[in-house]
């Protein structure tokens, strides 16, 4: 039983849904069975090695699409029975899409997650695959169909617009121009929130455009991920639908933002194991995931009535793009997407309670509206009265000119704006027609040039970006590589990719590939190192991953169907090479050995990585090898069967001789930090370079602050925050290491030359300088110098997150003096740590505001006066309670005793609600005492501080008074009573 659409507008809460996909082929192979079972919303998975432990779950959708389904005459997964449980994508969009679409058409922003492993159906569910559309183009098709439906009463563009986020770098996916190597940046507005600084936004008049759009970014996502060495599980897509709605009768604009987001696959998350190798939260490729984790489980906090201090939107890309959607001003729905295999248990597991949490969010969506309409009603209303004011003044004669040449510029202003405010979207309607003819043109003369001439096709882990990059041999010698500038060149990118890869050459309608030099080139899973001719369908593998399919002349191409060379194909034919390939079990029957298959698709499943990590392995100069091996292949149990086959990695050191064996998680955890290392590298020979005054390159310089202990020692898992604010008023340690600058142009020139660096840190009063290094072109510096702030500012903190520490090359002649640093200003440890962050306010800024200074130190001494009056308070006080005392323990007499018991009782009220008083009181001594004028603080801050003070102080005053003033009031209206019923203290 299903939610109703409609319920989605009773609550901010985020929607969250859960579906389950059939096996896929490995599953299958591998005699996998079903953990998963669903009831109406409620769905259990159960542990394959404890039946007894099964965990429960309940969310707002549950899909069960795993079994009860069946193919009709165009494709369309259906059930098999009618009414049956299968959820197909029609029943999705119903649930999900159509309650986004409605939000998103009444002025709230929408936003739709989709989570879970790679391989579980996230891009199945978002996008879709041939004739099952996903939930993106169902979305869009009908939200030009609601707009064609209300286009009498009112006018509506949509802006288009798709990105990808991959290691903390955005990529806009529909951009013409070339891309910054460190991606677009993150920027924050007051009124927009946070937003991608030149994202391109492509208006849109119909659902065709949007298809073309996203086929265009699709072959932009795969071209970069191959540049980038990484797949589509590893990045972030967003597809940013903006609906403007201007309703013309109430002058009403209307503008939400429609966000479609398939995260990357979140298996990467999980620790290996036994041997606890967990994955860094620190790693920039994993980053995104586990700071999204951070930000759910905070706002599930806040929203069962926990006290959260910081919720860390600002610690990654993904979830400052996402504050709206979580905790903000949007109606969310998160899908989550399941394997049902005993295999996936663990990541099944976590993709649950990921779920759960996310399911407690509340946000604050409201109606985005604009006035925009009025304000054109309201320019041309004053432009006719500019022109009934000149013409009047034109019947006056000349006397007015001036002021009539004034007019005629407000007027013209006027009109130059409405005409800005109506022409914009048809200016960037023509321009983006321009783009679409474009691209119309290129994929017409892609079309021709398919049935003309062979290609090769890009083969891709993710299924949805095979077959998007085509790239044609046309007649003639085509040579291969990243050399793009070449006139007959094909230009691809990749690891392991030369300069100059390989040629092809179609002559008389024959191909062959010539591998060049030290290139990688195999064909059909065998290493190929002299010329090849190519068959219709071969496979290709160059560099280290770069898969492609090759296609031959239309009169080579049956009625085959291409979609079984897919990446475990290749990958496949890769381990038969190496003699792993699948055989009948030892009984004789046709089934294989589920646990034989397991351990195959592992295999093939790391073979490529192996490759990556050995090809990066070379580039960074390591020395380390990795291969891939079974482990207890040879054995099994009287049936055959063998449950502990298992695959590890033999990881060897060429250097020193040291072999480690390494299971399959903590392969692939390390290797993704082998892979941000590479990163970093491939960042440091395009950027991280010290250029002259001129601009010319100097030399690469190798430097990285370091946090580290009181001691110097690097810090560990547990000592990483994840909230900078934690460390105000703390201790604060880190390292600033220069390892090594190489290729120093100045020594290069003349050998009896040398260098130094010089720096300075925050508010370091001199300049520091590394020790002198003669005669080397790559001089090893191997410096380090400690830093420490004793009582952490809010200063410091942003200058470690948004400044830079500047670095100078000086160079040295032989026979000049070596530059030092001057220590006598600094303060440092006893264990020689230089001290920054000091606490004395600026000189500057106390010589400007003498005056208010004076001003704070005449409040202080009140305030040590009031000090001192409460002191002398408390003390008559006490003096009043031993006179108190003394008389209830020195009278007698009957009458008197009779009489004291109700005044004792007055008087312990009246010293009660004195005692209260002063406790309001003490509290403002103590704000008093705490408020002190900011470090930072200039001229105009201190005059706040200042009255601030006065304030506090008045206050203060006037709660003492109140307090000392109603308990002598109390005292004598005592004393006044008991004298006029006893006659007693006379």
């Known amino acids: 039983m299903r939610a109703k659409a409609s319920d989605m507008h009773s609550k901010d809460c985020v929607k969250v849904a859960v579906r389950v996909r059939p096996f896929n082929k490995r599953e299958r192979d591998a005699g996998s069975r079903c953990i998963i079972s669903l009831v109406s919303t409620s769905i259990s998975i159960q542990d394959p090695r404890d039946c007894h432990n099964r965990r429960s779950f309940c969310f707002d959708y549950a899909y069960w699409s795993h079994s009860g389904f069946t193919k009709d005459q165009t494709?369309?997964?259906?059930?098999?029975?009618l009414g049956g449980r299968y959820a197909d994508q029609h029943s999705v969009f119903q649930d999900l899409g159509v309650g986004i679409l409605e939000n998103a058409l009444q002025?709230?922003?929408?936003?739709?997650?989709?989570y879970g492993q790679t391989g579980s159906g996230k891009s199945y569910s978002m996008v879709g695959y041939g004739p099952n559309k996903g939930l993106v183009p169902k979305l869009c098709d009908r939200l030009f169909e609601a707009i064609r439906e209300h286009q009498e009463n009112r006018q509506c563009q949509v802006f288009f617009s798709m990105l990808e986020i991959y290691n903390e770098q955005v990529v806009d996916l529909l951009s013409r121009g070339s891309r910054s190597a460190a991606g677009l940046r993150v920027r924050e507005e007051l009124q927009k929130g946070f937003y991608v600084e030149g994202l391109r936004k492509i208006p849109c008049e119909n659902v065709l455009q949007v298809e073309q759009l996203m086929e265009q970014?699709?072959?932009?996502?795969?071209?970069?991920?191959?540049?980038?060495?990484?797949?589509?599980s590893r990045s972030h897509m967003l597809i940013i639908l903006q609906l403007k709605q201007i309703f013309s009768k109430e002058?009403?604009?209307?503008?939400s933002n429609i966000n479609l987001v398939d995260l990357a696959g979140s298996e990467r998350q999980r620790s290996s194991g036994s041997e606890a190798d967990r994955l860094k939260e620190g790693t920039a490729i994993n980053l995104s995931l586990t700071t999204l984790g951070n930000v759910i489980s905070a706002l599930a906090d806040v929203a069962v009535g926990k006290k959260v201090v910081h919720i860390p939107y600002r610690d990654s890309v993904l979830t400052k793009l996402l504050q709206s959607a979580l905790g903000g001003n949007s109606r969310t729905v998160m899908i989550a997407t399941l394997s049902p295999a005993d295999i996936c248990y663990e990541e099944s597991l976590s993709t649950l309670r990921y779920a759960e949490r996310a399911k407690r969010i509340q946000n604050r969506a409201v109606v985005n509206e604009s006035p925009t309409e009025r304000l054109v009603k309201e320019l041309k209303a004053e432009n006719a009265r500019l022109l009934q004011k000149l013409s009047r003044m034109d019947q006056e004669g000349r006397r007015a000119s001036d002021e009539s040449k004034e007019l005629r510029q407000l007027l013209t202003q006027n009109e130059l704006q409405i005409r800005a405010i109506q022409t914009l979207w048809e200016q960037h309607l023509q321009e983006a027609l321009k783009d679409w003819e474009q691209q119309y043109a290129n994929i017409t003369q892609e079309r021709r040039m398919m049935q003309m001439y062979p290609y090769i096709l890009n083969i891709n882990e993710d299924a949805q970006l095979s077959g998007v990059v085509k790239l044609f041999i046309q007649e003639g010698e085509w040579g291969i590589g990243l050399c793009d500038s070449a006139p007959r060149s094909i230009s691809i990118k990749g690891l392991g990719i030369q300069e100059h890869h390989a040629v092809f050459r179609n002559e008389q309608r024959r191909v062959t590939l010539t591998?060049?030099?030290?290139?990688?080139?195999?064909?059909?899973?065998?290493?190929?190192y002299e010329t090849a001719e190519l068959q219709h369908l071969d496979r290709l593998i160059l560099g280290s991953n770069c898969t492609y399919l090759f296609v031959g002349y239309p009169s080579e191409r049956g009625g085959e169907d291409w979609s079984r060379y897919d990446y475990d194909y290749f990958q496949s034919e890769l381990a038969a090479a190496e003699g792993i390939r699948l055989s009948e079990s030892s009984t004789g029957c046709s089934q294989t050995d589920p646990s034989l298959l397991a351990v195959f698709y592992d295999y093939i499943q790391l073979m490529p990585m192996v490759a990556e990590a050995n090809q990066m392995s070379q580039e960074l100069s390591k020395g380390v090898e990795f291969k891939l091996e079974i482990k207890n292949l040879a054995l099994s149990d009287y049936r055959g069967h063998d449950l502990q086959k298992d695959i590890v990695v033999r990881v060897a050191a060429a250097g020193s001789k040291q072999v480690w064996m390494w299971s399959k998680a903590k392969f692939v955890n390390r290797k993704f930090l082998i892979e941000e290392v590479y990163q970093q590298f491939k960042a440091a020979q395009r950027e991280d370079n010290v250029l002259g005054s001129e601009g010319t390159e100097e030399a690469i310089l190798q430097a990285q602050l370091v946090p580290c202990t009181s001691t110097g020692l690097p810090l560990g898992e547990d000592d990483i925050l994840i909230d900078p604010s934690e460390v105000l008023g703390r201790r604060l340690d880190f390292q600033l290491v220069l390892d090594q600058?190489?290729?120093v142009r100045w020594i290069r020139e003349a050998r009896n030359r040398g260098i130094q660096i010089g720096f300075r840190v925050f508010d370091c009063s001199e300049l520091l300088y590394t020790p002198a290094v003669w005669h080397n072109i790559n001089p090893l510096l191997d410096y380090r110098v400690q830093f420490t702030s004793l009582q952490t500012s809010q200063r410091l903190l942003d200058y470690l997150?948004?400044?830079?520490?500047?670095?100078?090359?000086?160079g040295l002649q032989e026979g000049c003096s070596v530059l030092s640093s001057s220590l006598g200003a600094v303060r440092m440890t006893a264990e020689g740590v230089f001290i920054i962050d000091m606490l004395d306010p600026p000189q500057a800024a106390l010589s400007d505001s003498a005056e208010l200074s004076c001003s704070v130190r005449a409040l202080q001494q009140d305030l040590e006066k009031l000090k001192s009056l409460n002191e002398s308070l408390r003390k008559e006080n006490d003096s009043l309670r031993e006179q108190l005392n003394t008389v209830k323990n020195g009278a007698d007499g009957a009458r008197r005793r009779s009489l004291r018991p109700s005044c004792d009782a007055e008087f312990a009220r009246a010293l009660k609600v004195f005692y209260h008083s002063m406790t309001s009181v003490r509290g403002q001594l103590q704000r008093l005492r705490r408020h002190r004028p900011s470090e930072e603080s200039d001229l105009l801050g201190?005059?706040?501080?200042?009255d601030e003070q006065s304030r506090l102080l008045r206050d203060f005053s006037e709660q003492l008074e109140g307090s000392v003033s109603t308990l002598k009031q109390d005292v004598a209206a005592i004393v006044r009573r008991k004298r006029e019923r006893s006659g007693i203290w006379s």
């Open 741 to 743: 600058c190489c290729g």
């Open 217 to 232: 970014g699709t072959r932009t996502r795969t071209t970069a991920a191959t540049q980038m060495n990484a797949n589509s």
């Open 107 to 114: 002025g709230y922003n929408a936003t739709l997650l989709a």
């Open 75 to 81: 494709g369309l997964f259906v059930p098999e029975e």
């Open 515 to 528: 591998p060049l030099t030290g290139s990688k080139v195999i064909i059909n899973g065998s290493a190929v």
């Open 251 to 255: 002058s009403i604009t209307k503008q």
């Open 942 to 946: 201190l005059r706040v501080f200042v």
């Open 801 to 810: 997150q948004s400044s830079a520490v500047v670095l100078e090359l000086w």
